[in-house]
């Protein structure tokens, strides 16, 4: 991970292949600059896999509390109300500051926060430790900067059908 811009010291979950904070960060802040953004720009409860808790909290605050009136009901469906802490107000500061620094719009950053997420969740889910090499295996390819959600998409699901079709062929004997 690329310097600690939020000075959190929680775990993070995922090798650091797939921790773009930085990224995180700036998909945070642009949504707190413009909460009317929720509506276009959300992820849902599977698809959220912030690297460390408290980032997921500050997306949470989004939902409930700054773009409460432009998050639909399938935006807010399965998440929890946030957990407010003190430093809560000095994070999302840092990313709103974060979020200005940079002059990318908001729409690929989310493509890009999409893409680095289906991963996480492939990640996660994958059955075997072999599977979870291969996910991380798409993050290193060198067209991941050009493909698109659906492609990642595509790659990921053949990966668990791949990993299905071995299992019967295993089982079979």
Known sequence: MEGNILAINDEVKFPPILVDEKLEIAYI??????????????????????????????????????????????????????????????????CKNYANSIKEPIDDIYVKIKKLFLLKKAYVYAPTESIQRKVLDIRNYQRYHEMTIAEIETRVNSLSFLSSMNEAVINEG
């Open 29 to 94: 802040g642009m949504l707190h600059n413009n909460p009317k953004a929720i509506a276009m720009f959300y992820l849902d409860i599977k698809e959220c896999q912030f690297s460390v808790p408290k980032m997921l909290d500050l997306y949470k605050l989004i939902l409930f509390r700054e773009g409460q009136a432009y998050a639909s009901e399938v935006a807010k469906a399965g998440f929890s109300f946030p957990k407010v802490t003190e430093e809560i107000p000095q994070l999302i500061k840092v």
